[in-house]
Each structure stands twice: as C-alpha cells, then as structure tokens.
C-alpha cells in the first residue's frame, strides 16, 4: 500500500491523483474547519508552564524529525537544560502515557520512543495522545523543556516554538492535499511555523541539515567499519523506515553491491525476516535496530546516523531558543 500511494504522490500528475480529487477537497474542507474551531477556542488547546517546542512536517513519510530531535535535545541537554521528550509511539500498543526506560519494548511504546530515549537519554514518554503524555511528564518531572517529536497537527496542544523539516529530494510531492497527494496540511502552513528547514542537502544559504553517516557498528563485536571497508562487497540491506534514498546514494557511492529487503515504515520486525538471507554483511538502520536488540548475529551491522544543521540554522536555534529558554547561546 506504501508503494502504491509513493508512485501516485512523487510522481507527475496521473489518473489516481484526479481520482481521489473529492476526497482531498473533502479533507481541505475538514481541516480547515478543524482549525477554525481551535482559533474560536470552541475546541480546547491545552497551555503548559514550560516552552513547547514542535518539530514536525506537513506531510507524510520521513523528513527526518526524529534524527533531528535527537541533535536538537542533545544541543539543549548540552546547554545544560532539563529536558523533556514526546513522542507519538506510532504503531505501539499502548493507549496510556509511557515513561520509557531500558526495558521498555518497542511493540508497546513505538520505534522512535525508544531510540529517542537511548541516543538522548532524556526523560521521554510515549503516547498518541500529545495532552496527556505532557501532563504526566510534567507531573512527574521538573524539566525546562519539552519537545515534541511530530505534533504539528495536533493542535489542542499549545506550542511556543515550532519547527518543520521538508526533505530536500521529496518537497511536497505532487503538491496536493490527502489522498490525492502527500500534504497533511496546505503548503503555506509552513509560513506559520517559527523556522522552516530544508533537509538531507547541503546549502549554506537557506536553513538546512545534512545526514551524516559515520560508518557501521557491528551488534556483536562493537567494532566500527566505514562505508570504505566494504566496499566491492556484497551485503544485505534490510530496512523498515520511510525512505531508503540516502542509505541506497552512500552505497552506491563507494561501490558496495546490495540486496535491499525493505519493510514498510514501522515494521515490527521479528527476526524472521533474517533467516533466508545468505551469510553476508546485513545493513540496518538504529530504527529498526532498537526492535532487534536481543539478536547476537555477528553479520548484523547497524549504519551510524545523524543529522547536522548548517551555521545559518545553528545560529538561528540558538538565538532563538536562548531567548525562549533562558540560556546563554
């Protein structure tokens, strides 16, 4: 289904986008509505006694929020601020407010909770409901942040400052709203936000991040291996995130021959998924990763990720925030 609704929504306009046309005016008409009953305040938006941060997208599949949430936490933990982390637990179990620790299991809390919590180590909690996971991390903590990994659509939530990322190869697809297109929103949402951001490029004129990849990490040995020392090999990359384009451009560029096995975004991998591959190198990402941790395979390596603001964004951030937050940038 992933693969049906990408080939309708990047590509040039076709049959299927004219077709769904209806729906996405209907949608238009019901978001539009939905706002305008948060702006007469007919709708209740919950206000918090410390700054919201949002980081988000307004539109479907991966921009990278989470890699980005991960350097902007560890910008402010490295500030010296408390901080607190939301996420969405997309396609976890759970219906309650999770606070995660080390033997929280991705199935309940979601893929994303957990490896927010494990490259950050901030007090973060895991539920679809943005409100509540707010109100009992604030209950239980004393934090002076709280940063929502997506949320930009949730607007019963109160938010002081956000931020929405665009991936630089996808923008906004064909430009149409769901289901005729990718936009979860209008493009001039993006207007309203504190700073938009441009990622996965490197432009030193407009406010943008890069993907940094430092090479691979083998589960078992611990050993780290640039890209270079397999290159002419034969490995397998298994994935289930959104997009694999940035994965696929670095081995391609130093000429490592792969089998990709994607997965659709979220897959709740079981490790089955491993048993019909040959025995060679196998390519994860930390996302799914942190669904397999009790695997001891020493042919599982696992691609060390991160993102990078450009000095026109860091700059920006920590004018901003020094002034929302209270800290010397």
Same mark, same amino acid.
């Given at each position: 289904m992933d693969k049906f609704f990408n080939n309708i929504w990047y590509s040039k306009f076709n049959f299927f986008s004219l077709l769904f046309l209806p729906l996405s005016l209907i949608y238009l008409i019901t978001i539009t509505i939905r706002r305008y009953l948060y702006q007469i305040k007919l709708f209740q938006i919950t206000k918090f006694n410390v700054p919201i941060i949002i980081v988000g997208n307004i539109s479907l599949g991966g921009s990278g929020k989470t890699p980005f949430c991960i350097w902007l936490i560890n910008y402010l933990l490295s500030r010296g601020l408390k901080v607190g982390v939301i996420s969405s637990g997309y396609k976890g179990a759970s219906k309650i407010p999770i606070i995660i620790n080390e033997q929280s299991d991705p199935k309940i809390v979601g893929d994303e909770a957990i490896l927010l919590f494990e490259k950050t180590n901030a007090i973060t909690v895991s539920c679809g409901n943005r409100v509540h996971a707010t109100k009992l &991390?604030? =209950?239980t903590f004393n934090v002076d942040v709280v940063i929502h990994d997506d949320g930009i659509q949730h607007y019963s939530l109160n938010r002081d400052y956000e931020i929405i990322l665009t991936d630089h190869d996808k923008l906004f697809g064909n430009g149409y709203l769901l289901p005729s297109g990718p936009l979860r929103e209008l493009k001039s949402r993006i207007l309203r936000a504190n700073i938009s951001v &441009?990622?996965? #490029? /490197? %432009? $030193?004129? /407009?406010y943008a991040t890069s993907? /940094? %990849?430092?090479g691979l990490q083998n589960i078992v040995t611990k050993e780290i291996k640039s890209f270079d020392y397999f290159r002419n090999k034969q490995v397998n990359l298994v994935a289930g995130i959104a997009s694999i384009k940035n994965i696929t451009n670095i081995l391609d560029h130093y000429m490592i021959n792969y089998v990709s096995h994607k997965f659709d975004d979220h897959h709740h991998f079981s490790g089955n998924e491993f048993n019909s591959l040959t025995n060679k190198p196998i390519f994860l990402t930390s996302k =799914?990763? #942190?669904k397999l941790s009790n &695997? %001891? $395979?020493s042919n599982i390596w696992v691609i060390l990720h991160e993102v /990078?603001?450009?000095n026109l964004l860091l700059e920006k951030i920590k004018e901003d925030l020094s002034k929302l937050l209270k800290y010397e940038n």
């Open positions: &991390l604030l =209950d &441009l990622t996965n #490029v /490197i %432009n $030193d004129k /407009i993907s /940094i %990849n430092n =799914d990763y #942190v &695997l %001891n $395979d /990078i603001p450009n």
